[in-house]
């Protein structure tokens, strides 16, 4: 099992930054891919962003190039989404998840997920 627990969410005026956080605790042995979802209210999950194990490979959601950074460190089994440019279309729940394979943008082939941090953008 692997626990996932989110922080950095919050209340940004449009235009501004947020940095998320995920620590990973439990088996987590190397090789496993950590990556980001959203999910807004009446909306579908949709992939973010994710990362490879030795944080060589990124690949990013359409909506979110050029804002969004993903990055990891491994010393602290820890991933960060550094959200720059922010838009209300941002709001969302945003998820870290985790799994062995290779970065998929389908959620359900992610196998352990985060509580989910709330990220809310004003206009």
């Known amino acids: 099992q692997v626990q996932l627990v989110e922080s950095g969410g919050g209340l940004v005026q449009a235009g501004g930054s947020l940095r998320l956080s995920c620590a990973a605790s439990?088996?987590?042995?190397?090789?496993?891919?950590m990556g980001w979802f959203r999910q807004a209210p009446g909306k579908e999950r949709e992939f973010v962003s994710g990362?490879?194990?030795?944080?060589?490979?990124?690949y990013y959601a359409d909506s979110v190039k050029g804002r969004f950074t993903i990055s990891r460190d491994n010393a602290k089994n820890t991933v960060y989404l550094q959200m720059n440019s922010l838009k209300p279309e941002d709001t969302a729940v945003y998820y870290c998840?985790?799994?062995?394979?290779?970065?998929?943008?389908?959620?359900?082939?992610?196998?352990?997920w985060g509580q989910g941090t709330q990220v809310t953008v004003s206009s």
């Open positions: 439990g088996r987590t042995n190397s090789n496993y891919i």
């Open positions: 998840v985790v799994r062995r394979d290779a970065i998929d943008d389908t959620w359900a082939l992610w196998d352990y």
């Open positions: 990362i490879s194990w030795t944080g060589i490979s990124t």
